[in-house]
């Protein structure tokens, strides 16, 4: 359990002070940022993942570990690192950078109204990049969009990591 704890802790931190990094040291003004924000720390947690499942093969199962087993340590991470990412960032959002959203807003403003789109629909975007970073808002999306991409992830990566043939053993136990 120390393990998983471990590398949700570590990869939740990583991934926001890759976060802080392009908001506030490169900027969101910045095209290559706003357009590959999601990017980086999508990196950071399959990396993160992989080294944490690993890692649990290696210590925890001694190197005999199933699917199941496998899957279970990659879902444990992720559910550590879309819960401590969350608190972070809502904490980020909610205290520290209060105005992110209206920064986002003013870049993309111009861009929408370039395209020019109805007002209707521009203030719905509007709203909606407010309700993102508020503090439900990120509760919502980090922990969701956190834990989609580490479940599927753990899938992936059960498969290349597990070193024991679950259902050979099932067979093998009904004979």
Not at 49 to 78: A, E, H, P, V, W
Not at 96 to 121: C, D, F, H
């Amino acid at each position: 359990m120390k393990i998983p704890l471990k590398f949700g802790l570590l990869i939740a931190v990583v991934i926001a002070f890759v976060n802080i990094i392009q908001i506030d040291l490169i900027g969101i003004e910045n095209k290559f940022v706003r357009e590959n924000s999601d990017i980086f720390p999508a990196l950071v947690l399959a990396v993160g993942l992989f080294i944490g499942m690993r890692t649990i093969r290696k210590i925890t199962y001694d190197n005999q570990i199933n699917y199941g087993q496998t899957l279970f340590s990659g879902i444990l991470i992720t559910l550590y690192v879309a819960l401590f990412l969350t608190i972070l960032n809502m904490f980020y959002f909610g205290f520290v950078n209060t105005g992110y959203a209206e920064r986002l807003i003013n870049v993309y403003l111009p861009l929408y109204q370039q395209m020019k789109l109805s007002p209707e629909v521009i203030a719905i975007q509007v709203q909606g990049m407010r309700d993102t970073y508020s503090i439900s808002g990120q509760f919502k999306e980090t922990f969701i969009v956190v834990g989609l991409i580490g479940v599927v992830l753990s899938t992936v990566f059960s498969s290349i990591l597990r070193t024991k043939d679950s259902f050979t053993e099932i067979l093998k136990n009904k004979e």
